[in-house]
């Protein structure tokens, strides 16, 4: 029944450890997107898939990287962790690409590297 | 680029008063412009968006904005804050070209007194 899921919700790890969040929709969206809220609240994009092809890739490093099997997932693949990847990390989907569409938000996975 | 900038990280109202939330955007285009809320330890939901048309725009939980070019603001309110109304706010706006990429302000937190 849930529109946007995140797994796992919460994930704690060291320093240099490689992880995965994944993410799915049953909306029937076209176009997912991945972002990261720090502790100031503060959110913005990282990733954004139309049909797994990927169309925004911001200045993130190359650390990350993400992984869209098909339209309704979105994983995203973290090497080499560092305490400054710490946050929120949440993921979206709108039926489209397109400035008028709004998002729809998982819960959000909270990644505590130490 | 876009912007988005939120007035008041903070905003403490007693329940029963307006909510005024204050978002203002530099654009070189008209913007699509959007609300989104955001209760704890959950993924951000829409309240409301401005595609085109009438400049004031309603949204859920009795909460409107009006889009006001000459100013280049789309102000949140509410007429009478209810306890469940406390959440952090986020402005949003969407560029018109390249890769449709939804700017983020940085968050109001909301806070209802009884």
């Known amino acids: 029944d849930t529109a946007v899921s995140q797994t796992p919700k919460y994930l704690v790890t060291q320093m240099g450890n490689d992880k995965s969040i994944k993410c799915e929709q049953n909306l029937g969206h076209d176009t997912m997107y991945w972002y990261k809220q720090d502790s100031k609240k503060f959110l913005k994009i990282m990733f954004s898939y139309n049909n797994k092809e990927l169309i925004i890739n911001e200045t993130v490093p190359n650390r990350f990287s993400p992984k869209s099997p098909d339209k309704a997932h979105l994983n995203l693949h973290i090497n080499s962790l560092e305490l400054g990847d710490s946050a929120v990390y949440f993921c979206?989907?709108?039926?489209?690409?397109?400035?008028?569409?709004?998002?729809?938000f998982g819960p959000g996975t909270r990644l505590t590297v130490t | 680029a876009q912007s988005v900038t939120q007035l008041g990280s903070h905003v403490s109202v007693s329940e029963g008063a307006l909510v005024l939330l204050r978002c203002n955007y530099s654009?070189?285009?008209?913007?699509?412009l959007f609300w989104y809320v955001q209760y704890p330890n959950q993924g951000l939901q829409l309240l409301l968006k401005?595609?085109?048309?009438?400049?004031l725009v309603k949204g859920i939980n009795g909460f409107e904005a009006e889009f006001k070019k000459s100013e280049t603001s789309f102000h949140l309110t509410k007429p009478s804050a209810h306890m469940s109304d406390a959440a952090e706010y986020f402005c949003a706006v969407t560029e018109r070209t390249g890769g449709f990429k939804t700017i983020f302000g940085a968050g109001t937190r909301l806070f209802v007194k009884a």
């Open positions: 979206a989907s709108s039926p489209a690409t397109g400035p008028y569409y709004e998002q729809y």
């Open positions: 401005y595609t085109t048309g009438a400049t």
């Open positions: 654009s070189s285009v008209p913007p699509y």
